[in-house]
Nanobody
Framework: QVHFVESGGGLVQPGGSLRLSCAASASIFSMYAMGWYRQAPGKQRELVATITLGGSANYADYVKGRFAISRDDAKNTVYLQMNSLKPDDTAVYYC?????????????WGQGTQVTVSS
């Protein structure tokens, strides 16, 4: 069974930090690279960061140097440390595999976690 459960969002002032967590089903976590995505109001969902099974990370240009993705294989959990947050980072954040359509996880999006950056 496939599931993704995101948590850790909230309201934060510009320049602040948040750490998001995503618990995934073990069968998925042990097989695939993972990714964090976000969807702002009126916009399409976009890929923010990815991490391979070996721990190699990649980031969208607009979060490089501010966000850090990591994974804890023992807990089947992927994290997103977000620093120097900006109002443009406001969105619902989701996790999934790095390639949901290719790897068949595109129908298993979780509820996401809301991040609001505002003064």
């Amino acid at each position: 069974q496939v599931h993704f459960v995101e948590s850790g969002g909230g309201l934060v002032q510009p320049g602040g930090s948040l750490r998001l967590s995503c618990a995934a089903s073990a069968s998925i976590f042990s097989m695939y690279a993972m990714g964090w995505y976000r969807q702002a109001p009126g916009k399409q969902r976009e890929l923010v960061a990815t991490i391979t099974l070996g721990g190699s990370a990649n980031y969208a240009d607009y979060v490089k140097g501010r966000f850090a993705i990591s994974r804890d294989d023992a807990k089947n959990t992927v994290y997103l440390q977000m620093n120097s947050l900006k109002p443009d980072d406001t969105a619902v954040y989701y996790c999934n595999t790095q390639k949901p359509a290719t790897w068949g996880t595109h129908n298993y999006w979780g509820q996401g976690t809301q991040v609001t950056v505002s003064s």
